[in-house]
């Protein structure tokens, strides 16, 4: 079944490869063009935030997307919000009404509080280094099959009402809902992005729990700033700003 692609998309679609982000860094360090899609049925060597290991069985989607924003490294970081964002547009129009899908920062989406997908963002500033080269936009979305013992519980589309969900149809919905938000992000900034993940976000008002490298806070979920940043207020009124860290709701 073809994929649909946007005007000024190229797909390189491919059987099998260690991982699409490194696939797509490969093509921009050649020159590959913005708008460049890396898919593939399967990965050996997927992953996610910080190295973990990304299960990457056929039935699921694996794909990166080349971008060249021209912007400073902290507004191409982002890229992040906006595939979010994308991706949880792409996800509601193929699920049941009913379905609770939610934003989890920092890149997650979740769908009845199990993760169906992740995103993966990685970049190369240009020689001044006030400019990104390229960014990378890497998703594994969980159709057909799901991880279990995970850091935080997983399910896919299929389980989640989405039955006749397939690999073709998501990734066309996502690019076309992906560059849709690029061009309002180019146009008009971050707040039109932030304000539509801030309407689906897991935990917003809520105490969490965030797990960083050497601790463990807990706090309510306040707001999330224009660069991405998740604010904590703890039981002392006092405000953290958080760039990294694994959520727990």
Request: aromatic share 6%; with cysteine.
């Amino acid at each position: 079944m073809p994929v649909a692609l946007p005007e000024g998309c190229t797909l390189v679609a491919l059987a099998r490869t260690g991982s699409t982000n490194d696939e797509a860094k490969r093509l921009a360090a050649t020159g590959a063009n913005d708008g460049t899609v890396v898919w593939a049925r399967e990965q050996t060597a997927g992953r996610g935030r910080r190295g973990r290991e990304w299960a990457s069985p056929a039935g699921n989607l694996y794909f990166s997307v080349l971008l060249r924003p021209g912007k400073s490294p902290v507004e191409s970081a982002q890229l992040s919000l906006v595939a979010a964002v994308a991706l949880s547009d792409a996800i509601a129009a193929i699920l049941p009404e009913n379905a609770d899908l939610r934003c989890k920062w920092p890149n997650d989406v979740l769908v009845n509080g199990g993760k169906v997908a992740g995103i993966l963002l990685e970049s190369a500033g240009a020689a001044s280094g006030r400019m990104t080269d390229w960014v990378v936009v890497g998703c594994g979305v969980n159709i057909a099959d799901h991880p279990v013992n995970t850091l935080y519980p997983a399910t896919d589309l299929q389980v989640e009402g989405a039955a006749t969900a397939s690999v073709e149809t998501v990734l066309a919905l996502f690019l076309e809902t992906f560059f849709g938000w690029r061009g309002r992000w180019m146009e008009s900034g971050i707040e039109p992005v932030r304000a539509a993940w801030i309407a689906r976000a897991a935990g917003l008002g809520q105490e969490i729990t965030v797990r960083l490298p050497n601790r463990e806070i807990r706090g309510r979920f306040v707001d999330m700033d224009r660069d991405g940043a998740l604010l904590l207020e703890g039981p002392d009124g006092v405000r953290e700003t958080i760039s990294a860290g694994d959520v727990f709701l």
